[in-house]
């Protein structure tokens, strides 16, 4: 198995413009979540899919953010318009729900806004 | 909502001696208690977990311990080596769905 695979693994922009994270979860695995990680508020959850219909957003910071999850192998987090804060490594985690817990991370998007 | 305290934020022993990371978390109804270890650069990584039917889970060198009661559990790491440096995060997750609440981390160091 290949693992949670995210892209870009990094990704370089200037203020103002749309940025687009992508996650591929294991296969099989039917809940996804977002994660974002910095230095100062550590590991804060986004957004998470239960069977590719979004549970919970409340970790969304503002409407900026967005996120969808058209099928089981596929989802998205959009930022725009994207600022300097939002600067951060942004990781994609799956698992299975259905009676077991463990999560699994991708090896995240390092963003960077200028 | 569910809230995950982690002591202390760091942490340095010597080669060969034992680590412990307690955390303490606020939801009664949380009975998924996750360990991930997470090195520089890289992807948190899971490496124990605990389920609330038990007290107590070992995995080689690394231990597990859970007090419901006083809704609290820590991460016993023994025998340390210089591999064991990392940032260490534990979590917790509610009986409803699996979503994760992190503790704020705890970056180990190990002396040779």
């Known amino acids: 198995d290949a693992g949670v695979i995210q892209s870009p693994r990094h990704e370089v922009t200037e203020m103002g413009q749309e940025v687009t994270l992508r996650c591929k979860p294991i296969s099989g695995h039917n809940s996804l979540f977002w994660y974002r990680q910095t230095m100062m508020r550590g590991l804060e959850l986004l957004i998470y899919f239960n069977n590719n219909v979004p549970i919970d957003d409340s970790g969304m910071p503002e409407d900026r953010f967005s996120a969808k999850m058209p099928n089981a192998s596929f989802s998205t987090l959009k930022i725009q318009p994207s600022e300097p804060r939002d600067s951060a490594v942004y990781f994609c985690?799956?698992?299975?729900?259905?009676?077991?817990?463990?999560?699994?991370f991708g090896p995240g998007t390092r963003l960077t806004v200028t | 909502g569910e809230n995950v305290e982690q002591h202390p934020s760091t942490l340095s022993v010597q080669e060969g001696d034992s680590a412990v990371i307690k955390c303490t978390y606020s939801?009664?109804?949380?009975?998924?208690f996750p360990w991930y270890k997470q090195e520089l650069g890289k992807r948190p990584q899971l490496i124990i977990d605990i389920r609330s039917n038990v007290g107590e889970k070992k995995d080689q060198r690394i231990a597990v311990t859970l007090n419901k009661t006083a809704k609290h559990f820590s991460l016993h790491i023994t025998e340390t080596q210089p591999e064991d440096s990392a940032v260490y995060f534990c979590a917790a997750s509610p009986a409803a769905g699996n979503k994760l609440t992190f503790g704020g981390g705890t970056r180990v160091l190990v002396k040779p």
């Open positions: 939801d009664s109804a949380s009975n998924y």
């Open positions: 985690a799956s698992s299975f729900s259905g009676g077991r817990y463990e999560q699994y």
